[in-house]
Each structure stands twice: as structure tokens, then as C-alpha cells.
């Protein structure tokens, strides 16, 4: 049987806006994302990179659930 840590990942991410120097310049959105598993930490400037940080993890989630149950045991 696989246990959580196969089928699932957790990330907390918080997002901010930053206010510029110059008043009249749009704001700049900053984040991290935290995997709580490992503790890994990245920072963003752009909300896109939200998704393309936990993609891989995804993947490899996905990588292992398509392995027949006899290759993830080994």
C-alpha cells in the first residue's frame, strides 16, 4: 500500500505586494513557497512561478503512483 508521502505534498505560500520607490510604479507582487516536507524555501516576483515550483513535485508524485505497486517496493 503507499502512504501519503507518495500521494500527496503540502506548500504553504504566502504572497505580499511591495510597494515601490517611485509612487506612480505599479507595485511588485513577492512570495515564498515552503514544501513542508523537506522545509525548502523559493521566493517569487512573479505569480507564475507559484505553479512552476510545485510542478516537479507533482511529477514525481506522478511518476511514482504510475509504477507498478512490485517496482515502487523495491
Known sequence: MKSTKDTSH????RVW???RDNKDAQ???????EHVGS???VYFDQLEQIAI???PYIEAMRSK?????SDVLR
Do not use: A, H, M, Y
Open 10 to 13: 503540502s506548500f504553504i505560500i
Open 17 to 19: 505586494i511591495e510597494p
Open 27 to 33: 507595485p511588485t507582487w513577492r512570495g515564498v513557497i
Open 39 to 41: 522545509g525548502v524555501r
Open 53 to 55: 515550483n510545485i510542478l
Open 65 to 69: 503512483i504510475d509504477k507498478p505497486e
